[in-house]
């Protein structure tokens, strides 16, 4: 079975820095990404960055610069470093995990992120 597990997150004063984990456990086969969004209340989830199984990455304009999507393949554990955080990237974070060719996915439990001004 499946899991991926996170940690970190919480709430940071604005120009801040907080690094997200995502660990998984058990097998994934053809794995194409593993991804992080993020959801506020009443909107849709939304991708931010991506990793792709060749190392590409891939960011949403609005956190360039800012925040750096990496993994650790010995750890199975993709992390998402932040910072300058903006009151604006406060949201629920998901990991995820894309795998197969219809490109689905395995999500983590979600964890708060909170920037205060």
């Known amino acids: 079975q499946v899991q991926l597990v996170q940690s970190g997150g919480g709430l940071v004063q604005a120009g801040g820095s907080l690094r997200l984990s995502c660990a998984a456990s058990?097998?994934?086969?053809?794995?194409?990404?593993m991804e992080w969004y993020r959801q506020v209340p009443g909107k849709q989830r939304n991708l931010v960055a991506a990793i792709t199984s060749g190392g590409t990455r891939n960011y949403v304009d609005s956190v360039k610069g800012r925040f750096t999507i990496s993994r650790d393949n010995a750890k199975d554990t993709v992390y998402l470093q932040m910072n300058s955080l903006k009151p604006e990237d406060t949201a629920v974070y998901y990991c995820?995990?894309?795998?197969?060719?219809?490109?689905?996915?395995?999500w983590g439990q979600g964890t708060q992120v909170t920037v205060s001004s």
């Open positions: 995820a995990v894309a795998y197969g060719s219809t490109w689905s996915r395995y």
């Open positions: 058990g097998s994934i086969f053809s794995i194409n990404a």
